[in-house]
């Protein structure tokens, strides 16, 4: 007796299982299919960005920005428009930007610009709002292919999509208001003061000087590194430009290698992601 309601019992929750089966069976047929995205994988944004505006970070960057080019014009040294290597800085630019929004919906309404200033330092930057300079140094001394600038352009424009300055300031945000509130940690708990946040971002940070954590640096190198192949360019010249980059370190390294990790442990890393962005690259050049 018992083991036929046993058997019973048996059959039914058998049953069951079947019924719930075809169920979930049916709803992954029914569902979208989820597609792995082509290219690296970083992660999302930092949620300290989200303690910043976004519009005030990009407008102190746009007046600083404007105050730099002043400051170089005035020297002679913003190359002007017409200028060869300006001319080769935008076309360059021309074809990177349109797979910014890929990675930041914000940037289809910053207002790009592009501009050199004659300098001996190896350096380039990209501030929030699409604000981007190369020193001529960096050209002439490391005497850069076009794949080679792009890689470096690609990295910079990826600081600013992936907001890294937004999300250094949040952090200093964090920090004061944890210190004014004695020892709270948690801004999203706790609470920051707006004043606080709205001076950071309206000029209370040096954007052309901010340093970027080793890690932000790594995230760039791989988000520039897919921007520039998906514009055409050869993401192996990474490997190369950094191997110029190390030659160039001699003693001190140059100031855009300042907070950046080591050649050879980007060198390794960008190796072990080329075979996620080669098939973009090879992609764009069939075009």
């Not at 890393?269 to 962005?277: A, G, M, T």
């Not at 090879?282 to 075009?287: D, F, K, L, S, V």
Request: aromatic letters at 6%.
């Amino acid at each position: 007796m018992h083991f036929r309601n046993a058997l019973a019992s048996w059959r039914t929750g058998r049953r069951g299982f079947a019924v719930a089966l075809v169920c979930l069976v049916g709803a992954l047929a029914a569902a979208p299919m989820v597609l792995a995205r082509e290219g690296v994988e970083v992660g999302r944004n930092s949620a300290f960005a989200n303690l910043i505006p976004a519009e005030n970070i990009e407008q102190s960057a746009g007046q600083q920005y404007g105050q730099l080019l002043r400051q170089a014009a005035s020297k002679n040294a913003l190359a002007p428009g017409e200028h060869p290597q300006v001319q080769r800085l935008r076309a360059i630019a021309r074809k990177i930007i349109p797979f910014a929004m890929q990675w930041n919906p914000r940037a289809k309404d910053w207002r790009w610009e592009v501009n050199l200033i004659g300098s001996k330092q190896i350096n380039a930057f990209c501030m929030p709002g699409g604000k981007i300079v190369f020193y001529s140094g960096i050209l002439d001394q490391l005497k850069l292919t076009d794949d080679e600038v792009a890689m470096v352009m690609g990295h910079e424009i990826a600081h600013a999509l992936r907001e890294h300055a937004r999300e250094r300031m949040g952090k200093t945000a964090v920090t004061h208001g944890a210190a004014r509130l004695g020892g709270a940690i948690a801004a999203s708990v706790f609470g920051i003061d707006p004043r606080l946040t709205d001076g950071l971002a309206r000029g209370g940070a040096n954007l052309l000087t901010l340093e970027f954590s080793r890690s932000d640096e790594s995230e760039a190198d791989l988000v520039g590194m897919e921007l520039a192949a998906r514009a055409g360019y050869d993401p192996r010249a990474g490997v190369t430009l950094w191997q110029k980059m190390s030659a160039a370190n001699k003693g001190a390294p140059p100031q855009w290698l300042s907070t950046h990790p080591a050649g050879s442990t980007r060198i390794a890393e960008i190796e072990k992601n080329l075979p996620k962005v080669l098939p973009l690259y090879q992609a764009a050049t069939r075009n």
